[in-house]
C-alpha cells in the first residue's frame, strides 16, 4: 500500500484526555505505516470559530447585505481568504485521510469543530451545488468520526433515551462529509470513558489501535448515489429507484427512508 496523507482535526481542551490517548494512538499505528500525519489541534491552535467578514481579505464585495458562502467562494477563487483558512485548506487538500477526533457535545461536534467545518470548507474548494453527494469534489478522499460519549450506547439506541445513533450520525455523515463527496468510513465511537473502568478503556485504545492497522483499506458506508434523484424534478429520488427498492422491508438510507424501517445500522457499518 502507498503511503498516504492522514489529516487528524482534533478538538480537545486537555492532553490528560482520552481524546488525547485515542488521538495519540492514530498518530502512532499512522506513522508506523509510513504514513504523513498532519494533526490540526484546534484548541491549542485557538482556532476561530465564527464564520465572519475577518475571514475575507482586500474587501467585501457587497458590504450592504454581506453574504458569506458568496463572499469566501469570490475569496477563494481571488486567493483572498484569510491566512488560517488557507492553512487549512492546503492541509485538507493534500490529505487521503480525515479523521475528526471529538468528545461529542450536544449530540454533534463541538463549536468549535463545526467553525472549521463552516470556514473551511468553502464552496468551489469542498462542495459545489452542481455536483453534490457522490459526484462531489472530495469524492477521492476518505473521512471518519472518532468520538467519546457520556451516555453509553444503550442509551443510543431505537428504544434507549437518547434515540437510534444511526439518526444522530446522519446530518454529520451525510449533510457535511458525504455532500462533499467524501467516501465516509465507519465511525468509531468511544462509549462513556469516563463511566467505564480502566481496564475497559484500555481495552477500548487497544481495539482502535487494532481497527487502525487495516483502515485505510476499510469499505465506506453506503449512501443513495446522485443519479438516483432527478434534477428536473426538484432533486426527487427517480421513480424507477423507488420502485426497484419496493421489496425491501428497510428504506434506503436514515434519510430514504421512504416511510419504511431505518435501514439498520446503516451510519455504523459498511455495506449495510
Ligand atoms: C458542552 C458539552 C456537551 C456534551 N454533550 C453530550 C452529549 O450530547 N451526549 C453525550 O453522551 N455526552 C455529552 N457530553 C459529555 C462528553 O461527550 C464527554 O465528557 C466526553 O466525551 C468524554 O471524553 P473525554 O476525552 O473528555 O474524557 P476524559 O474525561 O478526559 O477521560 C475519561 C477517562 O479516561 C481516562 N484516560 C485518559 N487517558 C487515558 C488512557 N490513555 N488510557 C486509559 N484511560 C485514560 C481519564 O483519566 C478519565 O478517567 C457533553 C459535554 C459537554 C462539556
Known amino acids: 500500500m502507498a503511503a498516504k496523507n492522514v489529516l487528524i482535526v482534533y478538538a480537545h481542551q486537555s492532553a490528560a484526555s482520552f481524546n488525547a490517548a485515542v488521538k495519540k494512538a492514530a498518530e502512532e499505528a499512522f506513522k508506523a505505516q509510513g504514513c ?20 475575507v481579505t482586500g474587501g467585501i464585495k457587497n458590504p450592504e447585505h454581506f453574504c458569506y458562502g458568496e463572499e469566501t ?59 453534490p453527494y457522490s459526484e462531489g469534489i472530495f469524492k477521492n478522499k476518505k473521512a471518519m468520526l472518532s468520538f467519546t460519549t457520556n451516555s453509553h450506547e444503550t442509551m443510543f439506541s431505537a428504544s434507549g433515551i437518547n434515540g437510534d445513533i444511526n439518526v444522530t450520525l446522519w446530518p454529520i455523515q451525510n449533510g457535511i462529509l458525504h455532500f462533499c463527496g467524501f467516501q465516509v468510513l465507519p465511525p468509531q465511537i468511544f462509549w462513556a470513558p469516563a463511566y467505564v473502568p480502566q481496564e475497559a478503556r484500555a481495552s477500548m485504545l487497544e481495539t482502535w489501535t487494532g481497527r487502525l492497522q487495516g483502515l485505510l483499506n476499510e469499505a465506506p458506508l453506503s449512501f443513495a448515489p446522485c443519479d438516483s434523484f432527478d434534477l428536473e424534478k426538484g432533486f426527487q429520488m427517480k421513480v424507477d429507484v423507488q420502485e426497484k427498492h419496493s421489496g ?7 434519510g430514504h427512508h421512504l416511510g419504511k424501517p431505518l435501514p439498520p445500522n446503516s451510519q455504523m457499518k459498511a455495506g449495510v
Open 36 to 55: 504523513d500525519v498532519v494533526v490540526s489541534d484546534l484548541y491549542a491552535m485557538k482556532f476561530k470559530a465564527t464564520a465572519t467578514e475577518d475571514d
Open 73 to 131: 467562494m469570490t475569496a477563494w477563487q481571488e486567493g483572498r481568504l484569510s491566512p488560517d483558512i488557507v492553512a487549512e485548506q492546503k492541509k485538507l487538500k493534500d490529505a487521503d485521510l480525515v479523521i475528526f477526533q471529538f468528545p461529542m457535545y450536544w449530540f454533534t461536534m463541538p463549536a468549535i469543530m463545526k467553525g472549521w467545518i463552516d470556514r473551511v470548507l468553502t464552496k468551489g474548494f469542498a462542495f459545489s451545488p452542481e455536483k
Open 248 to 254: 425491501s422491508p428497510y428504506g434506503l438510507t436514515v
